[in-house]
């Protein structure tokens, strides 16, 4: 399994999949052929339908900005091995070459049929049971486990996250007018931060559930204006662990813990990646929000010091409960209904983690690793206009 960093990666909304991973394979392309002379890029699947939106054939023109380029968007072919293929035809002086190229979610890459480019894996285990069993048997925490495998260095990673994404909050609240696009939705960050502000019944003010809404819609704005955001563990449910963190940090709780905690949420994240899916083109916005959930829920745990299987049972019920969830962004833009969704689930992350307190995790009859396995036949089942192409659901609505 890859490391938790490729689950936590800073750069440009408004998506990961369709911005972040077009501009990955374009990068990778640039590398790889030298003296290149003209390169046609063909969009398929979910790329095409919802790239306009997703600003996908603005960065690959900044990209390709000194080579000749044209950008077919393929609106057509059905047979796609991923909802987010590329073909890239390169022409050089040697010849013209073929690369199909698969954006999977959070900003990877791979080409048909090998492992994500490269990338090496981190952990020897693949499943949640073999890290708990491994756990287990050698007396250690979940964030020991990720310690040990990662290295010391991979607090400094989390310590650098934890600082963009309090950035993105701070900037998002500062901001009004109107995100970019044809909806004009209107920021609402700032007006929720002041409305808190100036609550005068003290109990309220000290409400956790307003400061995580306002973190999560303050940075989910960010991104849809093509702001700098963390993806955790995509763009479009970037707005999730921030809002956790805000909670997290209104109790006090200790910079370690939070570290602790983030190193787990990284685990649960690749844990989905790896064995389900994190690409709302390939399995729907449970594979967005729905992991990004589980992540927050284990987040809190972990930082709360729960025990190893009691943080699986948080993780569990998070993505058990996210199952089914479409993903069907009005006109392709990362804002109806994405960014008050991340607020939604950062809340949800939190009573996730409250319900575990009260049920015991023996009580439990499926475990986390089921949970993964459905969420990705779940997404496998649910109609192709409902997984990012803006065909059906409230876009619908738009037309």
């Known amino acids: 399994m890859k490391s938790i960093k490729e689950i936590f990666v800073v750069g440009h909304g408004p998506s990961s999949s369709h911005t972040m991973g077009p501009a990955n394979a374009t990068d990778y392309i640039l590398s790889k052929y030298q003296n290149i002379e003209a390169v046609k890029v063909i969009l398929h699947g979910s790329l095409a339908l919802t790239g306009k939106g997703h600003l996908t054939d ?30 890239f035809i390169i022409t050089t002086k040697d010849g013209e070459f073929n690369e199909r190229i698969l954006s999977i979610g959070g900003g990877s890459i ?7 480019l490269a990338t090496i ?19 250690i925490s979940l964030s020991d486990y990720v310690l040990k495998y990662e290295g010391e260095d991979i607090k400094k990673y989390l310590s650098h996250i934890i600082h963009v994404m309090t950035t993105t909050v701070v900037k998002g609240i500062k901001k009004e007018g109107e995100l970019p696009g044809e909806l004009h939705i209107k920021r609402k960050a700032r007006d929720m931060y002041d409305r808190w502000r100036h609550l005068e019944d003290p109990i309220s003010k000290r409400n956790y559930e307003f400061m995580m809404a ?20 995509t763009c479009g449910s970037s707005g999730v662990i921030p809002g956790v963190l805000a909670y997290l940090f209104a109790r006090k709780t200790p910079y370690e813990d939070i570290i602790k905690g983030l190193m787990v949420a990284g685990l649960i994240g690749q844990l989905c ?13 449970q594979a967005e929000i ?28 998070a993505l058990e409960h996210s199952l089914g969830l479409t993903c069907d962004p009005v006109k392709g833009y990362v804002q109806i209904p994405c960014i008050e969704r991340c607020a939604m689930f950062a809340l949800k992350a939190k009573n996730a983690f409250t319900l575990s307190r009260l049920i015991p995790s023996e009580y439990g009859k499926i475990s986390f690793d089921d949970s993964v396995k459905t969420m990705l036949s779940t997404g496998k089942d649910i109609p192709s206009g409902y997984k990012e192409t803006s065909k059906k659901g409230l876009s619908k609505l738009f037309e």
């Open 290 to 317: 729905g992991v990004a959930c589980a992540m927050g829920a284990a987040l809190i745990a972990a930082a709360r010091g729960m025990e190893n299987r009691k943080i699986a049972q948080c993780a569990e019920i």
């Open 121 to 139: 894996d981190t952990y020897p285990h693949n499943t949640l049971k073999d890290i708990l069993n491994y756990c287990s048997i050698n007396c």
């Open 58 to 87: 603005y960065i690959i023109d900044l990209k390709l900005k000194n080579v000749p380029h044209k950008i077919i968007f393929d609106m057509e072919n059905k047979k796609l091995p991923h909802p987010n293929t590329m073909d």
């Open 110 to 116: 791979k080409k048909v049929d090998e492992e994500c």
């Open 214 to 233: 306002i973190a999560a819609t303050a940075t989910s704005e960010e991104n849809a204006s093509g702001g700098i955001v963390v993806i955790a563990p």
């Open 273 to 285: 990646k790896t064995n389900g899916s994190i690409s709302g083109a390939e399995a729907g916005c």
